[in-house]
């Protein structure tokens, strides 16, 4: 059975600091990562999706990276904001099946 | 970009009756829909895969009979929670993938939020 885990659950830093979350997979022939934000109570809003063929997307202050051969992508947020509030989610698409898998979540708060 | 739209966004019922959800795709045709469960505080875990047309299949442990799933036109994925108990309150979001667009290319809805009284 294929799995997503993120590290770390939960994650409370002060405001203006760079910060990094992690998400690991277990399927190594996956198609896609996408990493989504998601406020309390609403739906999912998709920032990065990377490529399988890519190593990395940049939408303003958000960086991911992707690195299938160990099963790992990371989440670099620059200079975060207290608008960054939000459980941040990844995904792979499952190879095969086109099947997202999704991660636990981490649930960052950035502090005014 | 594609986009999903769902509805309702929010639903409250009572226990015992039975809510539907629309999945439609605004812009292209969807040929795959996914349908998605998100319990608080918990990820989102998938429930079903429908194909435009065909029966949908289940994720293993998902009661085919009480998530009633319709997928009768390239646009629109109907999921119906029958006789629906306090338990069955979650978030429900779908995604879709479309004919022209290729396979690893989804598009998620914004979600509807269930609540059984």
């Known amino acids: 059975k294929q799995e997503v885990t993120q590290i770390p659950a939960a994650l409370s830093v002060p405001e203006g600091e760079n910060l990094v979350l992690n998400c690991s997979f277990t399927d190594s022939a996956i198609y896609n990562l996408q990493w989504f934000r998601q406020d309390p109570g609403k739906g999912l809003t998709s920032l990065l999706l990377i490529q399988s063929s890519q190593r990395e997307q940049t939408s303003g202050r958000l960086n991911a990276s992707l690195d299938k051969s160990s099963g790992r992508s990371t989440l670099y947020i620059a200079a975060s904001q207290p608008g960054d509030s939000a459980t941040y989610l990844c995904a792979s698409l499952g190879s095969g099946t086109y099947k997202y898998i999704f991660g636990t979540g981490t649930r960052l708060k950035v502090l005014a | 970009g594609a986009v999903v739209s769902q509805h309702p966004s929010w639903v409250i019922c009572k226990s015992g009756t039975s809510v539907k959800i629309e999945c439609r795709s605004l812009?292209?045709?969807?040929?795959?829909m996914f349908w998605y469960r998100q319990f608080p505080k918990q990820s989102l875990m998938l429930m079903a895969t429908?194909?435009?047309?065909?029966?949908?299949?289940?994720e293993q442990g998902v009661e085919k009979d009480k998530f009633l799933i319709n997928h009768a036109s390239l646009t629109l994925s109907t999921l119906t929670v029958t006789s629906a108990h306090p338990e069955d309150s979650s978030f429900y979001i779908c995604?879709?993938?479309?004919?022209?667009?290729?396979?690893?290319?989804?598009?998620f809805g914004a979600g509807t939020r269930l609540s059984v009284l």
């Open positions: 995604s879709a993938r479309g004919a022209g667009i290729a396979k690893n290319i989804q598009y």
């Open positions: 429908s194909n435009e047309g065909s029966k949908a299949t289940y």
């Open positions: 812009d292209f045709q969807a040929t795959t």
